[in-house]
């Protein structure tokens, strides 16, 4: 007989199956020629002119074409509203309000880039990083305030009423509130490294750092035995020549670092010393990130996708130390868990993740790409290996949270887990062929790098949610040991 537990499981799952399946037919649909000519093209005419209304008319020409819709938002958005379980008139209800959303923020994007299209610097910032973040995160934050009103509708989450004698304990709340700062100050935070990234990405005193960091990496490399010398912010080694930019080491963990320190501190003097680390730690991280050309070549092959790749894998690293700590407490335990893990996901990238993308590739084909991610003639812009590397990363850094956070948690949550994260990748191949192609819009290769640690956070989070519910649906039986197995 089917426990709460597995049908917990089975509507989770099937959740994020409709949702996938939602979003790709509504993107194919927004996609047929007669639909954009007849539909999605007046309507991006419309919000044109309404943008040159509200904020005037442009600085300069612009045409408003299908690459300026927001047809591929909407049909994310509809994809998730439509599939998650309520009412037809609650998820209509929700189409409309995510469609009035988009289209709205939307037209004001159109009208801000006329507005900034005389400063190619502003219109760059706000086209490629500031508009793309807000767009997501209201997206985002629209869907699961429409998820929490339609749960409270249908009258999900509410516990029965118990004895005082049975009740559960009152958990902790300070974590929580933390970790709510933590997020929104995280979300914060990034969007002002993006809007001001102009200044810092031309700034002349931020190469000066990029040309000390390749000099003290010369220093550093040649104190261990190999030969390496820098040339303003240029190292030299006999490996080749590595070039130190102001993007280099201008990485997005500098405002989730800030943001950990803002929001865990305790005291003022906590904050202080945090923020005061800020400029050595990622001086000595950049630093640090050159030394991986002194790893033998029968270890690592590029070491220039490594240099590239530097911050990708140390984050990854940070999560499943975070996990296990979360997990087993702070000790040797989650110390053993977190190595074990790396350990493990390593071996498993290594081995199995050259064919394990061919197979992704494979079928990324049967959905309509044109050609397989490592192909060279590929005609997605991937000129770190970004995309080429993300799904066998995915699947290791999917591993090592398993063991690191959850030890045995059953087969069948383990490949529910597993094949949600192989499906989002073969559907986004073809989808971000498909924009490549039409609208010749380039992935940055900041957000694929991001994505690769979010998309397993997302698949252990499916995974951890049913847990979650069950606990909170029966407060006896968990008080009493008789919850849900980790």
């Known amino acids: 007989m089917p426990t709460d537990a597995s049908r917990s499981r089975t509507r989770a799952v099937a959740f994020a199956l409709r ?7 509504l993107f194919g649909l927004l996609r047929l020629d007669w639909v954009e000519v007849h539909g999605v093209l007046p309507i991006t005419q419309l919000q044109g002119r309404l943008a040159s209304r509200l904020c005037g008319t442009p ?13 591929d938002a909407v049909a994310l958005c509809l994809g998730v509203v439509l599939a998650y379980p309520a009412t037809w008139r609650m998820r209509l209800a929700g189409a409309g309000g995510g469609v009035a959303l988009i289209l709205g923020l939307n037209t004001l994007r159109i009208g801000t880039l006329g507005r900034a299209v005389a400063s190619p610097a502003w219109f760059e910032t706000l086209h490629v990083y500031l508009w793309p973040a807000v767009l997501t995160l209201a997206i985002a934050g629209y869907v ?7 749960d409270r509708r249908r009258g999900v989450g509410a516990a029965p009423a118990l004895p005082l004698s049975q009740a559960a304990p009152v958990a902790v709340r300070g974590p ?3 970790t709510r700062r933590f997020v929104i100050l995280t979300a914060a935070l990034l969007l002002v490294f993006i809007a001001a990234s102009p200044i810092y990405l031309e700034n002349a005193r931020v190469l000066v750092v990029a040309a000390f960091i390749a000099r003290a990496a010369a220093a550093a490399l040649r104190l261990i035995g190999v030969e390496a010398s820098a040339a303003a912010n240029v190292l030299w080694t006999p490996r080749g020549g590595f070039l130190v930019t102001q993007e280099c080491i201008s990485t997005p963990l500098i405002p989730v670092y800030l943001a950990a320190v803002l929001a865990y501190s305790r005291t003022w003097r906590q904050r202080v010393l945090g923020l005061a680390a800020t400029a050595p730690l990622f001086v000595g991280l950049g ?15 590029s070491p220039t996708f490594l240099v590239h790749a530097f911050y990708q894998l140390l984050l990854a690293a940070v999560v499943v130390c975070v996990a296990a700590a979360w997990r087993h407490g702070v000790g040797g335990t989650a110390l053993r868990r977190a190595l074990l893990a790396m350990l493990l996901g390593s071996v498993l990238v290594h081995w199995l993740g050259p064919p394990y993308t061919q197979a992704v590739a494979w079928a990324a084909q049967l959905l309509g790409s ?35 956070a959850f030890g045995a948690i059953g087969w069948r949550r383990f490949l529910a887990g597993l094949a949600l994260l192989a499906l989002t990748q073969v559907a986004a191949l073809p989808v971000l062929h498909v924009v490549a192609t039409h609208s010749h819009f ?3 290769v900041r957000d694929v790098r991001a994505w690769a640690v979010v998309g397993p956070l997302l698949a252990i989070a499916t995974v951890a949610n049913v847990d979650w519910r069950l606990h909170r649906a029966t407060p006896v039986a968990t008080a009493l040991g008789g919850g849900a197995r980790d």
Not at 385 to 401: K, N, R, T, W
């Open 19 to 25: 949702a996938v399946a939602w979003s790709l037919g």
């Open 59 to 71: 600085a300069l020409p612009i045409e408003t074409t299908l690459a300026c819709s927001g047809a």
């Open 144 to 150: 699961f305030a429409w998820m929490r009103a339609a």
């Open 176 to 178: 929580a509130r933390a």
């Open 287 to 301: 630093i640090a990130r050159l030394l991986v050309v002194a790893l033998p070549a029968a270890l690592v092959g």
């Open 370 to 404: 044109a050609a397989p991610i490592v192909a060279a003639s590929a005609p997605l812009d991937d000129p770190q290996g970004a995309i080429a590397a993300l799904p066998a990363f995915q699947v290791g850094l999917y591993m090592a949270l398993i063991v690191a």
């Open 442 to 444: 380039t992935l940055h």
